[in-house]
T-cell receptor, first 112, second 115 residues
Framework: TQLLEQSPQFLSIQEGENLTVYCNSSSVFSSLQWYRQEPGEGPVLLVTVVTGGEVKKLKRLTFQFGDARKDSSLHITAAQPGDTGLYLCAGGGHNQGGKLIFGQGTELSVKP | EAGVAQSPRYKIIEKRQSVAFWCNPISGHATLYWYQQILGQGPKLLIQFQNNGVVDDSQLPKDRFSAERLKGVDSTLKIQPAKLEDSAVYLC?????????????FGPGTRLLVL
């Protein structure tokens, strides 16, 4: 069974703090996606990374794909209460039969 | 552009009862997915359709779950009979062609509680 392990599972921080969420696997992925899910809603795609070592920035969010394409990280600078939600990483590719494998998620709470 | 629509949003049933969920994907999207998301876990793919054909149903518990996508548009997912462990959010997603690198657009989900 191919697994994506996210850490930490829960994170509660104050507004203005920085944080990093990790997504690790023993499997190689052709692509890795990060989603954000708010209560009562479905996940919404934030970014897709496809090249080992790739770094993408989305305003205060920085995403990195590991050189070996087995891991990824999401860094948020100066977190805001609006960043609160469940962050999911999902890996896909030929090794996964074309389907997405999701991590268990990181529940982030940013307090004002 | 309208998003993925799902109904009902919430459902409470007793074990051994039957339940059905409906999904209307984004217009023109060929691929439709049903996921099960248990509290505290990420979504797990149950079944993937491309148009009206099944691409992957390897994780669908076929003794109690069934799904169809008639005419390659709307889809229904049925559970019969339901068990306590089926309590979860059932997410429908669609993408323009076939999975992998593509963006999957998710609906709001149906929250099922089995008592």
């Amino acid at each position: 069974t191919q697994l994506l392990e996210q850490s930490p599972q829960f994170l509660s921080i104050q507004e203005g703090e920085n944080l990093t969420v990790y997504c690790n696997s023993s499997s190689v992925f052709s692509s890795l996606q990060w989603y954000r899910q708010e209560p009562g809603e479905g996940p919404v795609l934030l970014v897709t990374v496809v090249t080992g070592g790739e770094v993408k920035k989305l305003k205060r969010l920085t995403f990195q794909f590991g050189d070996a394409r087995k891991d990824s990280s999401l860094h948020i600078t100066a977190a805001q209460p609006g960043d609160t939600g469940l962050y999911l990483c999902a890996g896909g590719g030929h090794n996964q039969g074309g389907k997405l494998i999701f991590g268990q998620g990181t529940e982030l709470s940013v307090k004002p | 552009e309208a998003g993925v629509a799902q109904s009902p949003r919430y459902k409470i049933i007793e074990k051994r009862q039957s339940v059905a969920f409906w999904c209307n994907p984004i217009s023109g999207h060929a691929t439709l997915y049903w996921y099960q998301q248990i509290l505290g876990q990420g979504p797990k793919l149950l079944i993937q359709f491309q148009n009206n054909g099944v691409v992957d149903d390897s994780q669908l518990p076929k003794d109690r779950f069934s799904a169809e996508r008639l005419k390659g548009v709307d889809s229904t997912l049925k559970i019969q009979p339901a068990k306590l462990e089926d309590s979860a959010v059932y997410l429908c997603a669609s993408s323009p062609t076939t999975g992998g690198f593509e963006t999957q657009y998710f609906g709001p989900g149906t929250r099922l509680l089995v008592l």
